[in-house]
């Protein structure tokens, strides 16, 4: 049985506890929680889990072998050091940090406890990103060129961050792992702030990587509709991926072909002896196994746990999130100036 404790239960909070408290053998022993009422909440609706209003209690229970943090961005990294200092394995949602020294801090402090650490970057445990990277593997698209990502909706204006902290985790993690782990060299990011000064409601990003692969990343709390969105270019196919949709995925045989054609002396060994055709095939909409990711997200922790497994979304993914979190946010302040990604040091 693993008994756990859960650090805040506000926005996203209520999620993770209706998930850990139905993973068989695991018992969400305490919720910490400074709201009265989201105290009640807990108590209510989770009869064999007390919620109380000092971490204390949570940290100091020898029984507790980890903890889930579901609090503000900026509290992320004092309450994982914490958590993991005090001897417990740590759940934390993203991002893991707010700066790159920092998530490289955790991820030593847990490999030096040899406790697990793992960050809720959701949209790798959905099954339709897993299919994307799956036929990339194959290489089913061919070369990529480019990607784009939409994250948009007339959603929940934040103050404690902006919609580049808010939103483009979720994209950045999901371009990294579609990338097989491999950072942008660069990025640019262009935002503004509509509605409360120093905080971007939309931000337009684009991040480079060594093989001239182009990403652009788009998000906002302030648009007509909701939108998540991933399209990827590649020289034999592409897919669109549509969180909000029925069809999750759609491959397209689509393309540009390079095709011969006859010179002058019909050699068609001849240099610039080619033409451009387009190419419109057929378009598939595979069958998804889909499950709340959430679910699947809450069991690989247990797993890795109980196994010593690295997670998916483990100290070096969600350190590699940050980094380009951080490059754009650098590229914010500066007006869209191109700033270079702390590369990985491993």
Request: one cysteine or more; hydrophobic letters at 40%.
């Amino acid at each position: 049985m693993n008994i756990i404790a859960q650090i805040g239960c506000g926005y996203w909070g209520p999620n993770l506890l209706r998930n850990f408290s139905a993973q068989p053998g695991c018992h969400v022993k305490w919720v910490v929680e400074q709201s009265p009422q989201r105290r009640d909440f807990v108590e209510g609706n989770y009869p064999k889990t007390r919620a109380v209003p000092d971490l204390e209690t949570a940290m100091n229970d020898p029984e507790v072998e980890a903890v889930i943090i579901a609090t503000p961005a900026a509290t992320h990294y004092a309450l994982a050091g914490e958590a993991l200092r005090a001897g417990k394995h740590v759940f934390v949602e993203k991002p893991l940090a707010t700066r790159t020294r920092e998530a490289d801090e955790l991820a030593a402090l847990a490999a030096s406890a040899g406790r697990t650490l793992m960050v809720g970057h959701t949209f790798l445990y959905n099954a339709a990103v897993r299919y994307i990277r799956q036929a990339l593997d194959r290489g089913d698209l061919g070369r990529i060129y480019y990607i784009y990502t939409q994250r948009l909706n007339l959603g929940q204006v934040r103050s404690d961050v902006n919609a580049w902290w808010n939103l483009a985790p979720h994209d950045v993690s999901i371009l990294l792992y579609l990338m097989d782990g491999e950072l942008p060299v660069s990025i640019s990011a262009h935002g503004v702030d509509y509605l409360q000064p120093g905080i971007e409601d939309v931000v337009f990003a684009v991040l480079t990587w060594n093989n001239r692969v182009t990403a652009h990343i788009h998000v906002s709390w302030l648009d007509p509709g909701k939108v998540r969105k991933v399209t990827l270019v590649g020289d034999h196919k592409m897919i669109v991926y549509d969180d909000v949709s029925d069809d999750k995925i759609t491959v397209l045989d689509k393309g540009v072909d390079r095709v011969p054609k006859a010179g002058e002396r019909m050699d068609y060994d001849q240099i610039n002896t080619h033409q451009l055709v387009h190419r419109t095939g057929d378009v598939w909409l595979p069958r998804i196994d889909f499950q709340e990711p959430l679910k699947v997200e809450a069991a690989h922790f247990l797993e890795c746990i109980r196994t010593g497994r690295t997670p998916l979304t483990g100290p070096q993914h969600a350190r590699d999130v940050v980094a380009v979190l951080e490059a754009g946010q650098q590229s914010l302040r500066e007006g869209g100036r191109s700033v270079t990604v702390i590369q990985n040091l491993h």
